[in-house]
T-cell receptor
Framework: TQLLEQSPQFLSIQEGENLTVYCNSSSVFSSLQWYRQEPGEGPVLLVT?????EVKKLKRLTFQFGDARKDSSLHITAAQPGDTGLYLC???????????FGTGTRLQVTL | DTGVSQNPRHKITKRGQNVTFRCDPI?????LYWYRQTLGQGPEFLTY????????KSRLLSDRFSAERPKGSFSTLEIQRTEQGDSAMYLC?????????????FGSGTRLTVV
């Protein structure tokens, strides 16, 4: 069974601060995705990383895939209240397999 | 295309009753997935289809749960003899295929409350 542990579970910060969310596993993934979910809605895809060591940037969000493809991180610069939500990493073990989701990190950004 | 549609959005049922949820995926997506999510946790895989074929079913899924995708388009998830532990958000997602860089498009979910 592939397990993805996220840390921290909950993060409450003020607008303008930086933060990093971690996603760790003992399994190797062929690809890893990050989603953001708002209350009462389904998760929305933010990014997909495929290559070990890959770094992708999406405005103020920076995503990195570990060299061994077992872990990933999400860094947010100058957080804004609109970044509030549940952040989920999700890994795919092979070309034909479903996504396994992480435990989630709930982010709250206040003014 | 308006995305993935799930109905109903909310369902309250008494313990022991049967419930059925419907998911309409994006029309050109051949893969359809069902997940269950409890508050503040990540979605937990239930089952998935490629076209009308059910390719995988979670071992956590009891025989009270059944899913169908009869014509490879919409899907239904039925829970028989509901229990309070079934209370959760049931999410449906679809994807274009099995390539590793394909993401899921999720619906807004059906929130089930068993009383």
């Amino acid at each position: 069974t592939q397990l993805l542990e996220q840390s921290p579970q909950f993060l409450s910060i003020q607008e303008g601060e930086n933060l990093t969310v971690y996603c760790n596993s003992s399994s190797v993934f062929s690809s890893l995705q990050w989603y953001r979910q708002e209350p009462g809605e389904g998760p929305v895809l933010l990014v997909t990383v495929v290559t070990g060591g890959e770094v992708k940037k999406l405005k103020r969000l920076t995503f990195q895939f570990g060299d061994a493809r077992k872990d990933s991180s999400l860094h947010i610069t100058a957080a804004q209240p609109g970044d509030t939500g549940l952040y989920l990493c999700a890994g795919r073990g092979g070309t034909a397999s479903k996504l396994t989701f992480g435990t989630g990190t709930r982010l709250q950004v206040t003014l | 295309d308006t995305g993935v549609s799930q109905n109903p959005r909310h369902k309250i049922t008494k313990r022991g009753q049967n419930v059925t949820f419907r998911c309409d995926p994006i029309s050109e997506h051949n893969r359809l997935y069902w997940y269950r999510q409890t508050l503040g946790q990540g979605p937990e895989f239930l089952t998935y289809f490629q076209n009308e074929a059910q390719l995988e079913k979670s071992r956590l899924l009891s025989d009270r749960f059944s899913a169908e995708r009869p014509k490879g388009s919409f899907s239904t998830l039925e829970i028989q003899r509901t229990e309070q532990g079934d209370s959760a958000m049931y999410l449906c997602a679809s994807s274009l295929g099995q390539e590793i860089n394909y993401g899921y498009t999720f619906g807004s979910g059906t929130r089930l409350t068993v009383v």
